[in-house]
DNA sequence: ATGACCGTCTAAGACGGA
């Protein structure tokens, strides 16, 4: 079975090109963020024309998190309990979505930027990964052989790796301290990030900035994971980063990451001739 | 070449992104 994560920016920008990737990429769940609209402008028929199902998320024009998939989807959760809100009146916002695919229960999660280390917007990011963590060890406590994976874009760069240059994130937000401190500590609950070994760095990475010839300069960073629970992370059999999808006239800002499970709908050792992913 | 921000809301700039 194989999982993706992607920040798409956009899913009515972008429609076409990911679900043709979708379908180039032999995707069977995909946990995309950012659609940047509320559910009735989601464009489902792209994806039900695909054979996938669809749940989405969202508000407004911000944020927006979907679970696509073509071997089941069931027992949607929108947020998870606990999810901190924000604004005035303080709200939940379109940030988290979970369903069971295939059996394995798939969270599209867009953590909040942080925008500014003096902004509230900051001490808003510790605490939803904060009660990320928390929802996470309390699921794991309740049934420790669960099949969880936490994927998204996590806005944060765990490692100076992670980054093209440390020096150029001189006080920003997504490298300092309690933000991988906060990151750990989710990773520290049972969550092991199981793409980095398939890609490892340095120069590898999720995000490029549209501005600045980032992407052909490659200055990005690597912040969008794909966290799973032991029992899980045990079926990973490989992973990428598809660069490939950063390219081009109308990409995202992010490219997609992947994740091939033993077992499951779509075991390749169930179906012959298919290739696994063979990393970076 | 992978190429010098992009998307949304709304109608010119603001906001968010990281």
């Not at 009735?40 to 994806?47: D, I, M, V, Y």
């Amino acid at each position: 079975m194989r999982i993706a994560t992607w920040n798409v920016n956009s899913v009515r920008a972008r429609g076409e090109r990911i679900a043709a990737w979708l379908q180039r990429s032999d995707v069977d769940v995909a946990a995309v963020q950012e659609t940047k609209c509320r559910d009735e402008q989601f464009p489902t028929e792209l994806f039900t024309d695909l054979g996938y199902e669809v749940a989405h998320h969202g508000l407004s024009q911000w944020n927006g998190v979907a679970v696509l998939s073509r071997v089941g989807l069931e027992d949607v959760q929108v947020g998870f309990p606990g999810q901190p809100g924000w604004g005035d009146p303080e709200a939940p916002e379109a940030r988290a979505l979970g369903a069971v695919c295939g059996g394995v229960r798939v969270w599209s999660l867009y953590v909040p930027n942080g925008r500014e280390v003096d902004d509230p917007h900051y001490t808003y990011k510790l605490r939803w990964l904060e009660a990320l963590r928390a929802y996470g060890a309390e699921r794991l406590a309740e049934d420790p052989q669960a099949g969880i994976a936490l994927c998204g874009d996590f806005n944060v760069a765990p490692q100076d790796d992670d980054v093209w240059d440390m020096a150029e994130f001189e006080g920003s937000t997504h490298v300092t301290k309690p933000e991988r401190d906060a990151f750990t500590s989710v990773v520290e609950a049972g969550f092991t990030e199981v793409v980095r070994p398939y890609a490892p760095g340095p120069g590898v990475y999720t995000y490029w900035d549209y501005k600045q010839l980032s992407f052909p300069k490659r200055k990005g960073m690597r912040i969008d994971f794909v966290l799973a629970s032991p029992a899980l992370a045990a079926r990973v059999s490989g992973a990428l980063i598809d660069r490939e999808e950063r390219k081009g006239k109308g990409a995202s800002d992010h490219a997609p990451v992947m994740v091939d499970l033993d077992g499951g709908p779509g075991d390749e050792s169930s179906a012959p001739g298919t290739a696994g992913l063979a990393g970076a």
